[in-house]
């Protein structure tokens, strides 16, 4: 399984933007690298993925590093909402198609 | 709201009982992965079925087994429950077919199942 590495906590101000590093320097070149969120007392919700070119979607931005070694969460503009654990996630399928969970990055918003 | 329920939302259980876990996948969705999550810390897989046979399997004891059926729905049985067991067991489902295209799709999670061992 590829390893990640993320901060344990982050914080910001409603209505900036966010921006989660992951760093996953073993991941292989077939791994997509997925970002799921979990909002206290849920279970995880999907946000984004992608393989190798930037991704966008209503609600968030990934960008993906030339050597695929890291990647970034941008959250546009933080709402109360976005307070969560977030994890980054180095999909592959060979055999059955698990999610390895890390730590994950604790995101604090500030009104 | 994902189309994913499980059932019961909160359990309470004593060491040693046999416990099931029940969740209802979205139509059409042939895989459905079962997942613990310890208080603190991020979930890890327990096993994965699809079409109704098991086809792999996280470091979890075989006292923990499960079930999936033709309408969606699936089961997570565990046997001697022991006090560590206490967790958010979590289920996923993921559309289509095993392989490599898969890793381009989201899976969808259930609320989970909080169960405590006493």
Known sequence: DAKTTQPNSMESNEEEPVHLPCNHSTISGTDYIHWYRQLPSQGPEYVIHGLT?????RMASL????DRKSSTLILHRATLRDAAVYYCIPYFTWGAQKLVFGQGTRLTINP | ETGVTQSPTHLIKTRGQQVTLRCSSQSGHNTVSWYQQAL??????????????????????????????????????VNALELDDSALYLCA?????????SMNTEAFFGQGTRLTVV
């Open chain 1, 63 to 66: 960008a993906i590093a030339e």
């Open chain 2, 93 to 101: 489902s993921i559309p289509g077919v095993l392989g490599q295209s």
């Open chain 2, 40 to 77: 603190g810390q991020g979930p890890q897989f327990i096993f994965q079925y699809y079409r109704e046979e098991e086809n792999g399997r996280g470091n979890f004891p075989p006292r923990f087994s499960g079930l999936q059926f033709p309408n969606y729905s699936s089961e997570l049985n």
């Open chain 1, 53 to 57: 070119s930037n991704v966008n979607n």
